[in-house]
C-alpha cells in the first residue's frame, strides 16, 4: 500500500523558512515524478513545485524562494520555503506518479493527506 506522509509544517512569519518532507512507501519510486501542490481556503489547488529524472519546476510565484529536492535512497522528497508570504499560506500536499503533464494535480496517482503552512504577516 503506497503512503506518502507529509511533514514540517507549522506557523511562521513572513520572511521566515520553513521545509516540507514527504516520505513515500509502498511502492518503488525511483522513477516516479514526485512533488507538492497546494490549497489555500477557498481557492483551487494549484502547483507548486516537482521533480523527477528530468529535473525540477515551479510555479512562477515560488521561482526563487522555495528549493525542491528528492532523497531517492529515502525515497523522500523535501521542500525548502524561504522569504515566505502570507499568500503561501495553505495546505500543502505532497504527491507522486508518473505525470504526462506535470503541472495538473489529475496527473498524480499517490497524494499525502496534507499539512499546514501558515504565514503572519
Known amino acids: 500500500q503506497v503512503q506518502l506522509v507529509e511533514s514540517g509544517g507549522g506557523l511562521v512569519q513572513a520572511g521566515g523558512s520553513l521545509r516540507l518532507s514527504c516520505a513515500a512507501s509502498?511502492?518503488?519510486?525511483?522513477?516516479?515524478?514526485m512533488g507538492w501542490f497546494r490549497q489555500a481556503p477557498g481557492k483551487e489547488r494549484e502547483f507548486v513545485s516537482v521533480?523527477?529524472?528530468?529535473?525540477?519546476e515551479y510555479a512562477a510565484d515560488v521561482k526563487g524562494r522555495f528549493t525542491i529536492s528528492k532523497d531517492n535512497a529515502k525515497n523522500t522528497v523535501f521542500l525548502q520555503m524561504n522569504s515566505l508570504k502570507p499568500e503561501d499560506t495553505a495546505i500543502y500536499y505532497c504527491?507522486?506518479?508518473?505525470?504526462?503533464?506535470?503541472?495538473?494535480?489529475?496527473?498524480?496517482?499517490?497524494w499525502g493527506q496534507g499539512t499546514q503552512v501558515t504565514v503572519s504577516s
Open positions: 504527491v507522486a506518479g508518473e505525470p504526462e503533464g506535470i503541472f495538473s494535480q489529475y496527473e498524480y496517482r499517490y
Open positions: 521533480i523527477s529524472w528530468s529535473g525540477s
Open positions: 509502498g511502492g518503488s519510486f525511483s522513477t516516479y515524478a
